[in-house]
């Protein structure tokens, strides 16, 4: 006798959900009817902000070798692209359209060979979960904005990350006039900006750098001056991949300063043997989850305090070629970037005034724009400005806030925790929303190991199994010193 079907509804339509849905696929057997019903407000599927780009300088941050998509196999992107006759280098940084080829093509596939799975696309706005009381088992209903109702046994949400909203109060007439641009990623966002003389991004991390390409390139376009509180722009890679090792971090004491020495510990010695401390950096990938964990809430929020910016900056770095163009636009004097805090913004006639402090100062620095541009990246406190959809699922008691509020509370395998404390059976979330829990949770590597895990829990329910090691993370060079991280 065949299972039950079982109905899953991802809600979030970019790279996560697109691999939550490949992976349900790919876990799908015919004793176990399937079907999907993929979400997304924009209506488009599996390239999200990320990799809905088709300018050609915004390159993926990660070297090929490691973008794979699917589960367990971290260079299957890189094989992908030797089968299309694409062949590539293992530490090349490819397009990020690119990349959303390689997401849809997966999809497809996956699609095609679960040909008796049904997955289902929908375009609309996910405004509620609610239990469905009165049947047994009790379905989900899944509200969207236009009224349609979807039911469902699961329900995956993969969101993307919190908005961010203003990082500052923006009077109206400037929203209105387009002097401020809320979203440099929305369609047409930055057409006028091109005619632009002077433009203030506020936020100096990847994103700024993209848009500084974008912009600047080739000679036209306006000067950009970017600014942060602390003023730090990314690092770049290095040309060549770097070396991944595991070694030892204690985490017994809950305490952050052991685990900083440990890792200064550890540049100092990679230093030593010739490469740097992009090693390290990278090898504490999968298991910075673990560390973050061994944290207490309030090491956490210090992390996030003294330490946070710079592990961003060195975290997430510029592909080499990119480096190379804003090293060349900042040499040219086109793009600066500079520590000072954004006080207010008036308009000015047809442009805008801006003022600014820098650290220690009392005095403000007035400057004039013709724009000003929002690059300050994603929202910090769910607790204060959650979605409709996260308000809702809180206040019913299936989902709570994690302790630091950056998303979601959830367990080991991405159940989400309610009220009570409790992993919910049927309520999933992968992606930013994990991020107060884990910390590491948003790139692909992270987003393709937990599509493999909530699938094969929920498709496989019941069933456990042992997850093998990615051939990424053993060592490549095992030194005396080397021991296994928690
Ligand atoms: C510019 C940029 C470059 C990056 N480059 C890399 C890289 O090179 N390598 C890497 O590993 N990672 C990279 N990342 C990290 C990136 O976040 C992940 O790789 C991945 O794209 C995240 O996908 P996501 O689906 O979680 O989020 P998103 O791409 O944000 O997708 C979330 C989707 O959910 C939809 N949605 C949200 N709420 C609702 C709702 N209520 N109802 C319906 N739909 C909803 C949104 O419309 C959106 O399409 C990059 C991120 C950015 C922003």
Redesign the pocket.
Known sequence: MSAPLQRVAI????????LAAVHLLREYREDCPLQIDL????G?FG?????G?EEPL?????PAVR?GAIHGRPEHFHEWLAERGEPAAEEAFLS?GH?ATYIRDLLANAEREAADARLRRHH????AIVEHHGAAPAPLEVSLADGERIEADRVIL????LDGGDPIEVPEELKESGAYVADP?AAGALDAVRQDREVLVIGTG??MV?IALTLCEGGAGPRLRAVSRHGLAPRRHRRTLTNLRRFHVPTETGRLEPMIAAVFAQICRVSQQGDDWRDVIDSMRPVTPSLWKALDTDEQRRFLHEFHRLWDVHRFRMAPEVADRFEALEGAGRVCTESKAIVSLEPHGSRVRVFLRSPGATDLDEVEVDRVINCSGAGTDLRRQA?P?LAGLISAGLARPDALGLGLDVDDDGALLGADGEPSERLFA???LRRGVEWEA????E?RDQSGAVARKIVRTGETEEIPLPAELRPVADTPTTREAA
């Open positions: 809600v979030g339509g970019g790279a996560a959900g697109a979400i997304d407000r924009t488009t390239a999200g902000v990320a990799y780009t915004h390159l993926l941050n990660v973008m990020r990349y609309g706005d996910v405004t993969a969101i993307g990350p990623w990847l994103s993209d979605p959809l992968i992606g930013s948003i790139g692909i590597t987003i």
